[in-house]
């Protein structure tokens, strides 16, 4: 995608400093770091979300997610990593290529990163059913292709 901040990175068109980079992925390091070292591994292929990469490209990525994070934990001795992935706009994803940010996590880096609420009485089985539903119905849409 032309406008796309992270396909420009990937076509070396923007500067990055790379810290991965194979024939699908690309690791670098976020330009506004929660903690020094924060790294984006993105697809190099244009997908705005997970839900819209393939699933083979996606196992790629996540292994590339895991070797990075290991790396950053031993490289910076950080205390411990957080992953994480937003996924459009009102899940706060800013710019719409998917990515995983690897944040190096320190005792006391004062990083908080969402409030928990609660169930009522009965709705934790409603949303369960709810989403298994869904599950049922996409696992057989993949039996059928």
């Not at 800013?94 to 908080?112: E, Q, Y």
């Amino acid at each position: 995608m032309e406008n796309c901040v992270f396909c420009r990175i990937v076509s070396n068109e923007l500067p990055s400093v790379k810290v991965y980079e194979d024939d699908d992925v690309v690791a670098f390091l976020d330009i506004a770091p929660v903690n020094k070292g924060h790294v984006l591994v993105i697809p190099k292929e244009h997908f705005e979300t997970i839900i819209d990469i393939p699933d083979d490209v996606l196992k790629k990525l996540i292994v590339v997610v895991k070797n990075v994070s290991e790396a950053v934990k031993d490289a910076l001795k950080s205390d411990g990593i957080s992953i994480a992935m937003s996924n459009y706009k009102a899940a706060g994803q800013v710019i719409p290529h998917a990515h995983f940010h690897i944040i190096p996590r320190f005792h006391g880096d004062g990083l908080k990163l969402w409030s928990q609420g609660s169930y009522n009485d009965g709705e934790m089985e409603l949303f369960g059913s709810k989403i298994r539903k869904h599950l049922s119905d996409s696992n057989d849409n993949i039996k059928n292709k």
